[in-house]
């Protein structure tokens, strides 16, 4: 019997068991309706606006139609034009929402409340546009010369600094990367506790450990729950760019920046996911008693804070010294670095330092925390001891 | 064959096992006794290589057990666990599976098992939702389901109630019918009286008596004696023979191995007519606290 079919058997255990739990199930659903309604609003903030709905009553200038669509277009807007046979109509269609303003005669604008400059301005143009049509036609001007009055040249615009249309959007990728990995690592690093705590306090440990090793047990349960983590990373991934790419944000390329927060909250969390887990484990093993539990379930959030706050340094500020060094070593690793290579440009060697250390880091903290876990998982009963722990497991 | 040789095990200033060691022959069922803190628990994990022993050995078939071999032990620990919210079919199978079964075989065994503790019907429950004595029979199940050579049952009788010592009695005895070799410890002697044939006691980290029953009680040097003489209880007056209180309180005498039962004899009939003579072997409790000093 090959040692890694019993890290295997042990793995799908928890990772069966666990999948088909009720909590992850319920957080799972929860997290999804989320990312869709955090979609939804995200498109509905970045992408285009409702188009102006203009209400008409009573007599109305000539082409008005053509006047309001030329005069919203320059906000980069659209216009609906609805007709009301009466001002009161039109009032009532104000109070209820359905339209924005109401032109009268041709002569005054109505408001429901506060007028909108971009609107009244809009209105404004469209009226005089059509106004000076008419006179010019009065005056027995053609076509031509109508149209070589009403459009002046156009200027060259030109920009001293290139703007990146995709700063905010990249802000906005790597804040909730950076929340995701956050919340996975404690919620997963959290079920590795728990796990290893449950399989002491019912005392099964024992009949596990007389067939597996210590680290096969280990390695099994960080391995299934892991996994079943991936399997949640994934669905929320697909969730968040399918409903990127259903809701058509405009400007931004929101489905390619959506795949590049999704690719690296992928690969870090299972960097940060092996070194916290270990770290989660070996505490679990040393207690075996509910009331045991909250005191050491913080140590890892501890260890996590740091990383996630220096992250909102890296968002503002991806360069920034603090930032930079926090990105490089772990434990703040595997949050400030994803952080500042979403929002910024991090260059290349910096990522491979950053993601070395962090496997040494692990290699190290996995030998710790097994040794850990090996001399503490079969005393019941009272917390153990990490020092007590570590000379248990020698040899 | 298991042979423990010598073991000891410290535990900071605590001297769990001090020099102890036994054999369970293939096939043979080993009563394991001594009081709280003897260092019965220890010895166990030991043969499981939960514990390693600082000095001594274990060997299984002449060798010392590989990682192997072990998976064809089966562990029942003292203290009961295992998945509460898993469904026991499951649990079985899993634990099969986990001492090298192939998914079929495990299946097919926990099945089996089911079938044979009457626990068909509760296959789709989970553990949490058995009784006490359902999940100590699934306990029970767990530690056989692979189908083991050697089995180590920590208290297996604790907490059952009549009908299940007898069907976890008949189970054992199937067991090692089949070959199987088992060593089980008890604090209830009378029912290691009724299971076993070898008994080893153990005390302090050390095993202070063993052999099988019969062999324990012939070497036990006395003999309860209980005569009536015209219907009435006579009391010997001979030098060797000690009073003792019996379970019902009543004295009863103590006859020790030099002493002729011709002569005791000749004696109670020279009083009258002999209604009784009985010879009984001493108890296993008798045994226990001679040897553990008690």
């Known amino acids: 019997m090959s040692s890694l079919r019993q890290v295997f058997l042990i793995a799908r255990r928890d990772f069966s068991q666990r999948a088909r739990s009720t909590t992850f199930l319920v957080t799972l659903l929860f997290t999804i309706g989320v990312v869709v309604a955090g979609g939804v609003l995200l498109a509905s903030e970045v992408g285009s606006p409702d188009p102006y709905d203009i209400g008409v009553v009573g007599a109305e200038p000539d082409g008005l139609d053509a006047s309001l669509q030329a005069a919203v277009g320059a906000f980069e807007r659209e216009a609906v034009v609805r007709r009301y046979d009466s001002r009161a109509a039109g009032e009532d269609a104000l109070g209820s929402g359905a339209a924005d303003v109401l032109l009268v005669d041709g002569q005054e604008v109505v408001w429901q409340e506060e007028p909108s400059p971009q609107l009244a301005a809009v209105v404004a143009s469209a009226v005089g546009e059509s106004d000076r049509r008419r006179v010019m036609a009065e005056l027995g001007l053609n076509e031509q010369d109508v149209s070589r009055l009403l459009s002046p040249p156009s200027l060259d615009s030109t920009t001293l600094a290139e703007p990146d249309s995709d700063a905010e959007a990249k802000q906005v990728g790597a804040y909730v990367g950076n929340l995701v990995l956050f919340f996975s690592i404690i919620m997963f690093g959290q079920f590795v506790l728990m796990g290893v705590m449950e399989e002491k306090s019912s005392r099964v440990v024992e009949v596990v450990l007389s067939r597996a090793q210590p680290r096969q047990l280990l390695a099994g349960k960080v391995i299934g729950i892991g996994a079943l983590a991936l399997v949640q ?132 903290l996995i030998w710790l925390g097994g040794r850990i876990y090996k001399g503490s998982i079969l005393r019941i009963g009272a917390k153990v001891r990490l020092r007590e722990a570590w000379r248990a497991a020698r040899g | 064959m298991l042979s423990l040789v010598g073991l000891h095990k410290r535990f900071g200033d605590v001297v769990a096992l001090d020099g102890a060691g036994f054999e369970v022959p293939p096939g043979r069922i080993v009563g394991f006794l001594g009081p709280n803190g003897a260092g019965k628990t220890t010895t166990m994990r030991c043969v499981l290589g939960l514990v390693t022993p600082d000095q001594g050995h274990i060997t299984w078939n002449g060798a010392p057990p590989t990682h192997k071999d072990r998976l064809r032990f089966g562990y029942m620990p003292e203290e009961r666990g295992l998945y509460p919210k898993m469904k026991i079919r499951e649990q079985l199978v899993y634990f099969a599976e986990l001492s090298g079964l192939g998914r079929k075989a495990s299946a097919a065994s926990a099945d089996e098992w089911l079938e044979r503790l009457n626990l068909s019907d509760r296959a789709n429950s989970k553990l949490e939702e058995l009784s006490h004595g359902n999940q100590q029979r699934v306990q029970l199940a767990v530690s056989l389901v692979h189908g083991p050579d050697l089995a180590v049952l920590d208290e297996p009788f604790a907490g059952l109630d009549p009908i299940g010592v007898d069907g976890m009695a008949a189970v054992l005895r199937q067991l090692a019918a089949s070959g199987v070799g088992i060593v089980f410890s008890s604090h209830q002697l009378d029912l290691v009286e009724d299971v076993c044939e070898d008994v080893v006691i153990i005390d302090r980290g050390r095993v202070v008596l063993a052999g099988t029953l019969d062999e324990l009680r012939v070497g036990a040097g006395f003999r309860y004696l209980a005569v009536a003489v015209d219907g009435r209880r006579w009391s010997p007056e001979l030098e060797g023979i000690e009073t003792t209180p019996d379970v019902q309180g009543r004295s009863r005498y103590i006859i020790t191995d030099d002493i002729p039962i011709e002569n005791v004899m000749t004696l109670a009939a020279a009083d009258g007519h002999l209604t009784k003579f009985a010879l009984e072997p001493p108890s296993l409790s008798d045994l226990f606290r001679e040897a553990v000093g008690q």
């Open chain 1, 233 to 364: 990373l994934t669905v929320l991934g697909t969730v968040a760019l399918v409903t990127l790419n259903v809701t058509d944000v405009a400007d931004v390329d929101v489905a390619a920046l959506g795949l590049q927060v999704v690719v690296t909250v992928f690969l870090w969390f299972l960097l940060g996911y092996a070194f916290f887990s270990a770290a989660f484990a070996a505490l679990g093993a040393t207690i075996s008693r509910q009331e045991d539990l909250q005191g050491v379930a913080m140590i890892p959030a501890f260890l996590l804070a740091p990383g996630y706050i220096i992250s909102f340094i890296a968002l503002e500020e991806p360069d920034a010294v603090v930032a930079r060094i926090a990105s490089l070593i772990p434990p703040t690793s595997p949050l400030v670095m994803p952080t500042r290579s979403i929002a910024g440009d991090v260059p290349l060697g910096e990522v491979a330092l950053s993601v070395g250390l962090m496997m040494l880091a692990t290699y190290g």
